[in-house]
């Protein structure tokens, strides 16, 4: 009796003995693909960097291997380097989740990161991708829409895809002159360079975003980062501008909506977006949207000579109709699938309520007043801490005169 429990045991133990080394097979079988898979995504990456189509072509199945390559060749890459995240394999094929970091030379201070997916297949014993695309709800990477196209200007650095030469030198242009009136207005702690991404339509903006298009129909352009704290709303692009921790700002330009503008429009969209890029740092959660848009449109319309009501029409109808706003805007105020009066008139209370600082404080405290709500990291006490300790003044006296100032410059 004995010596057969003893015998079932020793059984149960081979039994557990030979699951143990399966279960052992399996897994080294499973580190084997990962790490044979993460060393073609090094070769990869190599070949990207190294600008060596043939050793990029190696990497990848021969149907369209060197597609990717081709969109990538103009864009001028300091770094590019995958880390494989999660793979799952089902025989010669597999699936692998990857994080992507690459750099633009001369204007990221440290790597963009994306989510990506890629498709891979073994044959003859070694790994090729076969696509390489965003992952779930991730936005497109401009060289997933097309050939890129790059243009360099003396601020800037314009990459577009499905666009005319001289329609990106045009945003080139455009740019070279909002990096310098940017400076001027708020000083020179930021990178004083801009990158600008042109898609082909409103739906290739859409697809870098990750976002519907329409969302964003009546938009020109917004500028897209990271930021320490996460704002409120901040699923959504907004203002914002360059830190070590956020180190690649893009504006993102959408070529339907800003066709129509005209020469003032264009270039004040450019050092608006130009302005979120320079207070990227000092852009919080503890920055309301009226603050972080009104300073930008401040900024792109200083210097222009325009009238508060050639600015603000959609406030000066309300305030000539005796509908006067009975507060600053919120956050709420500012969505872009809000109705459109309703965000004009957001975007121009925000503005008015800088101009009011700047005419009545002076441009230096707007910029202290600025920095001193971002600063503060955290939305509550950040604003009235600012309107106390720079402009000496409280939320309601404040509010009382601004909205005596739309009835000055807008009645």
């Known amino acids: 009796m004995a010596g057969r429990r003893r015998a079932s045991r020793a059984g149960l133990s081979l039994v557990l003995l030979l699951a143990v080394l399966v279960g052992c097979g399996g897994r080294v079988s499973s580190d084997t693909a990962t790490a044979d898979v993460q060393r073609v995504l090094d070769r990869r990456a190599a070949a990207v960097v190294d600008r060596d189509e043939a050793a990029f072509r190696a990497t990848g199945e021969a149907a369209g291997a060197g597609t990717a390559f081709v969109n990538l ?5 300091a770094a590019w380097s995958y880390r494989l995240k999660e793979l799952h394999r089902s025989g010669d094929r597999a699936t692998a989740r990857a994080e992507l970091r690459y750099r633009v030379e001369g204007y990221d201070a440290a790597p963009v990161t994306a989510d990506r997916t890629l498709r891979l297949t073994r044959a003859a014993g070694a790994w090729r991708v076969a696509s390489d695309e965003p992952a779930g709800k991730a936005g497109d990477q401009l060289w997933d829409q097309g050939a890129v196209t790059a243009v360099r200007g003396e601020r800037s650095l314009v990459l577009g895809v499905g666009q005319p030469g001289e329609r990106l030198r045009s945003f080139a242009d455009l740019a070279d002159h909002a990096v310098p009136a940017v400076s001027e207005a708020w000083g020179r702690d930021w990178a004083r360079h801009v990158v600008v991404l042109v898609p082909k339509s409103l739906e290739g903006m859409a697809g870098l975003l990750g976002a519907p298009a329409s969302g964003y129909r009546g938009i020109a352009a917004v500028t897209t980062g990271e930021v ?22 893009r504006i993102i330009v959408n070529p339907d909506a800003y066709g129509v503008l005209g020469d003032l429009g264009k270039q004040v969209v450019l050092t608006h977006e130009t302005t979120h890029v320079a207070t990227r740092a000092h852009t ?6 009226w603050l972080s848009e009104g300073y930008a449109d401040w900024v792109g319309y200083r210097g222009s000579g325009r009238a508060a009501g050639q600015v603000a029409p959609e406030l000066e109808r309300s305030v000539a109709e005796g509908r006067l706003p009975a507060a600053l805007p919120d956050d709420g105020d500012f969505g872009f699938t809000a109705d459109a009066g309703r ?19 002076g441009e230096v405290r707007l910029n202290d007043f600025y920095r001193a709500v971002g600063d503060h990291r955290k939305r509550a006490g950040a604003v009235e801490g600012a309107l106390r300790d720079v402009l000496h003044t409280t939320p309601e006296k404040f509010t009382e005169l601004w909205r005596q100032y739309l009835r000055d410059q807008l009645g």
């Not at 060749?73 to 890459?77: E, F, I, K």
């Open 343 to 361: 965000l004009a008139q957001a975007y121009e209370g925000g503005w008015m309520a800088c101009r009011l600082i700047a005419d009545h404080w």
């Open 284 to 289: 919080t959660a503890a920055t309301p949207l």
């Open 228 to 249: 320490s704290e996460a704002r409120p709303g901040s699923s959504r692009p907004e203002g914002g501008g360059g830190s070590a921790k956020a180190p690649a700002d």
């Open 73 to 77: 060749r103009d864009v001028p890459l």
